[in-house]
């Protein structure tokens, strides 16, 4: 069996698609199918059941996935051993990332692959957790920090850790000396998250429990955008306690003392579980590593793993 038709049905395996692994492959559908049909001629079963919007790995494609993955990491291992390079991955690292991580632990992950993988590329993406979400499902990410998982039969997720929510605004605006009840808060000017975001949709809860409503909303799709906007006192937030450290040493911004604390906030990783299995368990192993690392390295009132 050629390495050539290994690589395609992995890759195919990956995308779940003729059409984008073509793309990706630079090839015609027609030669993927026919490479497809080599293979399960030659090992004599089918290893994909397709057809009308269906497409899934048999029983007999699973094993055949993780051998041909198995023999395609070996063979990258042994051609990097020989090159003296460090890194058993060819393909970037894809990575996407909302910017609470992307501020806090993401960039010691990054530093922590890099030593382990020296020649290792990897390709960081930061974007809300809607799009992060949609574009794991369209194949565009090996891994995925956000605050919603996404779901399919070849992803997996697991709670990388919880942030704990604070909330806080400018000296010019709030009194630190004050505890504000709810219909108090209620009546500030509010920033907060986009709208259909976990953080946004909890706002409502927050005060309808309490019979309060706040009105004066203001949403914005930027972590470092609302932390700018609290500094100046165009309102007040809930975000998550470890992004605003040095805000809140340098008086900047003050905690704000509330009668009921806002819920704190998982933040869930989920990544491909088909594709590349041994070097994804090394680089999830990486990760669950550093997000401890980091959580043991803060207050720990403030982000834990769960």
């Not at 029983?59 to 070996?74: K, N, V, W």
């Not at 990410?141 to 850790?161: K, M």
């Amino acid at each position: 069996m050629r390495v050539l038709d290994m690589k395609t049905i992995v890759a195919l395996a990956r995308n779940r698609h003729f059409g984008r692994t073509a793309t990706e492959l630079n090839i015609t559908q027609s030669a993927i199918s026919s490479r497809l049909a080599a293979v399960e001629a030659e090992l004599g079963c089918r290893l994909i059941n397709r057809g009308e919007g269906q497409f899934e790995l048999t029983p007999e494609g699973h094993r055949a996935l993780a051998s041909f993955e198995r023999i395609l990491g070996e063979l990258d291992d042994l051609g990097g051993a020989l090159a003296g390079a460090a890194s058993p991955m060819a393909d970037p690292l894809r990575i996407g990332a909302i910017d609470t991580v992307s501020s806090t632990w993401m960039p010691q992950l990054v530093d922590a692959l890099h030593l382990r993988y020296p020649s290792l590329k990897i390709e960081l993406t930061v974007d809300g957790t809607k799009r992060l979400v949609q574009g794991m499902k369209d194949n565009e990410f090996d891994l995925i920090f956000c605050l919603h998982p996404a779901l399919d039969d070849g992803f997996r997720s697991y709670t990388a850790c919880i942030m704990q929510m604070v909330w806080t605004g400018s000296p010019k605006l709030v009194d630190p000396d004050r505890v504000y009840s709810v219909a108090e808060l209620a009546e500030l000017p509010i920033i907060t998250f986009p709208p259909h975001s976990p953080p946004y949709e909890m706002i409502a809860p927050y005060f309808h429990d309490d019979q309060a409503l706040a009105s004066k909303l203001t949403s914005c799709n930027s972590l470092y955008a609302i932390i700018n906007l609290l500094i100046d006192g165009f309102g007040v937030g809930a975000i998550p306690t470890v992004t605003v450290k040095r805000e809140l040493r340098s008086g900047l911004l003050h905690k704000i003392r509330v009668e009921k604390r806002f819920a704190p906030m998982p933040i869930i990783a989920t990544y491909q579980a088909n594709t590349r299995q041994d070097l994804m368990r090394e680089l999830i192993a990486q990760a669950r590593a550093t997000v401890g690392e980091y959580c043991a390295s803060v207050d720990p009132d403030t982000a834990w793993v769960a």
